[in-house]
């Protein structure tokens, strides 16, 4: 058997709960005052409690919505079901709001809202820091450039609200703007309007494609001009590029 056969054996014992711990498979003898299965048990046990850790951290609203116990074993049930085959414990985290979706039960579809809620934050908080702070291009037509961390969400619950272990979640269609600032982050709620100007920004438009959404939408140039300043006095927006 050689070195990358044993890697994969080892991490196949490690991180399924039902393999059986056993050295004789990996090729590895036992020896000193502890078992090479207990070892293996270790290192299963503190390769869950991570993970699980991580996944507290990253969605600490839906463990309160849920409460610990079944959250604890909903994670337990993620973990066994799609062991992670990620570089990074936040990748694997991107993947639990689906999981919440097809076994989160009665409440999966207010569970699995509030997980992509808070997921949509994760990714805001570990975006990098823009390399400029501000820019403004007076050429033509230039496009808007956008905070790395901006994040847009539409959802049908509250999951902006503070929540309560076994009290659901209020029923109401949202559109949310999540960003990331030096003091803290940004949860807003945005009208229909904002939300869609915001989306058109978001992809990288040029100023002269907000003038449809403007005409369809009946807004006044002015109203819009309001929204982009606003957006631009929180860091939301950059400025302007080529």
């Given at each position: 058997?050689?070195?990358?056969?044993?890697?994969?054996?080892?991490?196949?014992?490690?991180?399924?709960?039902?393999?059986?711990?056993d050295g004789a498979t990996l090729g590895i003898r036992d020896g000193g005052?502890?078992?090479?299965?207990?070892?293996?048990?270790?290192?299963?046990?503190?390769?869950?409690?991570?993970?699980?850790?991580?996944?507290d951290e990253d969605f600490p609203k839906l463990r309160r919505r849920m409460g610990r116990r079944e959250f604890s074993r909903l994670s337990d049930r993620f973990l066994e079901t799609r062991p992670s085959h990620y570089a990074s414990l936040?990748?694997?985290?991107g993947d639990f709001p689906t999981f919440v979706a097809e076994h989160g039960g009665d409440?999966?579809?207010?569970?699995?809202?509030?997980?992509?809620?808070?997921?949509?934050?994760?990714?805001?908080?570990?975006?990098?820091?823009?390399?400029?702070?501000?820019?403004?291009?007076?050429?033509?037509?230039p496009r808007f450039l956008l905070h790395p961390s901006v994040e847009l969400l539409e959802t049908m619950w509250e999951v902006d609200r503070?929540?309560?272990?076994?009290?659901?979640?209020?029923?109401?269609?949202?559109?949310?703007?999540?960003?990331?600032?030096?003091?803290?982050?940004?949860?807003?709620?945005?009208?229909p309007s904002q939300y869609e100007v915001l989306s058109v920004i978001v992809i990288g438009s040029r100023v002269d494609e907000l003038a449809p959404v403007v005409r369809a939408g009946r807004l006044?140039?002015?109203q819009v001009a309001g929204w982009i300043e606003r957006w631009t006095v929180q860091g939301v927006i950059l400025g302007l590029v080529p």
């Open positions: 058997m050689d070195l990358g056969e044993i890697q994969t054996r080892f991490q196949n014992t490690v991180s399924s709960r039902s393999a059986k711990p005052p502890i078992t090479v299965a207990r070892r293996l048990e270790i290192y299963r046990y503190a390769y869950f409690a991570r993970i699980e850790e991580s996944l936040a990748e694997l985290s409440g999966a579809a207010e569970l699995s809202a509030l997980a992509a809620y808070e997921w949509r934050i994760v990714l805001s908080n570990v975006a990098p820091e823009p390399k400029i702070d501000s820019v403004i291009h007076r050429g033509e037509n503070p929540v309560k272990t076994g009290r659901p979640l209020s029923p109401r269609p949202l559109r949310l703007l999540i960003a990331r600032r030096r003091r803290g982050g940004i949860s807003q709620r945005l009208s006044s140039p002015k």
